[in-house]
């Protein structure tokens, strides 16, 4: 019963350096979205989508990209990394049928950028 | 654009105390609103979910209960234990798509 699954936990990064967080569910979720958790300012959405080839941008997108091929995963990729990306990152899916359904995430990725 | 905001920021209370966490936000027409846990260096954790023509869920010894006019909802504890200590969540939900607004927490520790 694996839910949403985000690899890796931890990373380190050198400004500059790019690479993608993964994000996978097992729940045949349509809707997938990313967030970043920052002390003081919550947790705020970056990307998200509502089904497979469908993205769409959230408060604080710039400097991420995604993309939605299948259903299962929703790859979050930090072009050029940034101090300012140092943050706890999560991945959160929800059934798409109907409104009130609830949202379930994953564990987080630990990033920091030096 | 949606506010939500939850008070307090942080609450100490011993074990055994029943108690009421806030969350209030400034647009009324949401969806839904859930409340989630989050321990230390952990994900979060669906507790409840009310949607907004519901005015009360339970769940054990939580109860989450919601006035959408006057845009609060408060979950109670009762009976509070020491494992019970995490930080609590609110979040609502405007749209039909992914859009979910958080509070900033409430960092709830319960002494044995």
């Known amino acids: 019963n694996a839910g949403v699954t985000q690899t890796p936990k931890f990373q380190v990064l050198k400004t500059g350096q790019s690479m993608t967080l993964q994000c996978a569910q097992d729940?045949?979720?349509?809707?997938m979205s990313w967030y970043r958790q920052d002390p003081g300012m919550g947790l705020r959405l970056i990307h998200y989508?509502?089904?497979?080839?469908?993205?769409d941008q959230g408060e604080v997108p710039n400097g991420y990209n995604v993309s939605r091929s299948t259903t299962e995963d929703f790859p979050l990729r930090l072009l050029s990394a940034a101090p300012s990306q140092t943050s706890v990152y999560f991945c959160?899916?929800?059934?798409?049928?109907?409104?009130?359904?609830?949202?379930?995430f994953g564990q987080g990725t630990r990033l920091t950028v030096v | 654009k949606q506010e939500v905001t939850q008070i307090p920021a942080a609450l100490s209370v011993p074990e055994g105390e029943n108690l009421v966490l806030n969350c209030s936000f400034t647009?009324?027409?949401?969806?839904?609103l859930q409340w989630f846990r989050q321990d230390p260096g952990k994900g979060l954790t669906s507790l409840l979910l009310?949607?907004?023509?519901?005015r009360e869920q339970t769940s054990g010894r939580l109860n989450a209960s919601l006035d959408k006019s006057s845009g609060r909802s408060t979950l109670y504890i009762a009976a509070s234990q020491p494992g019970d200590s995490a930080t609590y969540l609110c979040a609502v939900n405007n749209n039909a798509g992914n859009m979910l607004t958080f509070g900033g927490g409430t960092r709830l520790m319960v002494k044995p």
């Open positions: 009310i949607q907004s023509s519901q």
């Open positions: 959160a899916s929800r059934n798409g049928a109907g409104v009130n359904t609830e949202a379930f």
């Open positions: 647009d009324s027409a949401i969806y839904n």
């Open positions: 989508s509502v089904g497979a080839g469908i993205t």
């Open positions: 729940m045949n979720h349509e809707y």
